[in-house]
């Protein structure tokens, strides 16, 4: 069974930091691309970073890019998602997903107050 959770997520103050972590299970990590996703009150589910199996390659939203990075620890089944200098408008449920599976976590809440 595919397990994703999502942790590290809750309320900092704009320019505040937050690590979030993604812990998998039921299937075989280290060969598959990972995403974070997030979905803000009202808005729709967007892709805020991608990171391929090697962790070589990653992309971002552009809002995001230079502030947020995305990381994995292929031996500890878990993906990451460093963000700095954050926003009011980051505020949203924060997701992980396997890019290859149909399977979503429930996510952990980031609210940024200004």
């Known amino acids: 069974q595919v397990q994703l959770v999502e942790s590290g997520g809750g309320l900092v103050q704009a320019g505040g930091s937050l690590r979030l972590s993604c812990a998998t299970s039921?299937?075989?990590?280290?060969?598959?691309?990972m995403s974070w996703y997030r979905q803000a009150p009202g808005k729709e589910r967007e892709l805020v970073a991608r990171?391929?199996?090697?962790?070589?390659?990653?992309n971002y939203l552009d809002s995001v890019k230079g502030r947020f990075t995305i990381s994995r620890d292929n031996a500890k089944n878990t993906m990451y998602l460093q963000m700095n200098s954050l926003k009011p408008e980051d505020t949203a449920v924060y997701f992980c997903?396997?890019?290859?599976?149909?399977?979503w976590g429930k996510g952990t809440l980031v609210t940024v107050s200004s």
């Open positions: 990171i391929t199996a090697s962790g070589i390659s990653t």
């Open positions: 997903k396997v890019w290859s599976l149909n399977y």
């Open positions: 039921g299937f075989t990590f280290a060969n598959n691309g």
